[in-house]
């Protein structure tokens, strides 16, 4: 199976550094990319170079936020799945009505947290790269 192609854009470098020792165990074969804010991650899918297979995108992001990323960057099949501490109503149902296909709050433990990590990409990531096989 070809590795599930992951663009995590997070600006919290400990966030960052933990979703990317969980994805380093994950059951499936994940090649991980980071941005660290919303205008990188838009430089970063707008290039050739990185078609992921599913991005996972926090919302409070300096530059450009999570919400704006989604409002410029929408194509059909690329899963987006919002991974951000916004417990906001508002924030969830502008998240949807913007394209994404799933809201996960993160949560505060540990073993909660790699199994949402690790349940993000199996759901949204793996189907596509069975395809790339």
Request: glycine content about 6%.
């Amino acid at each position: 199976m070809a590795p599930v192609e992951v663009l995590l854009v997070e600006d919290n470098a400990g966030d960052a550094l933990l979703a990317s020792q969980m994805l380093a165990d994950a059951p499936v074969p994940v090649k991980l990319h980071i941005a660290r804010d919303g205008a990188q991650a838009l430089h970063m899918l707008s290039g050739e170079q990185l078609k992921p297979d599913v991005v996972i995108l926090d919302l409070n992001l300096p530059e450009i936020d999570g919400l704006r990323v989604m409002e410029q960057y929408h194509p059909a099949d690329v899963p987006i799945v919002v991974f951000s501490s916004s417990t906001r109503e508002s924030d969830k149902l502008l998240a949807k009505a913007l394209g994404a296909c799933e809201y996960i709050v993160k949560p505060s433990d540990l073993d909660a947290f790699r199994d949402a990590i690790w349940g993000m990409v199996q759901r949204w990531g793996s189907r596509r790269s069975r395809e790339k096989v």
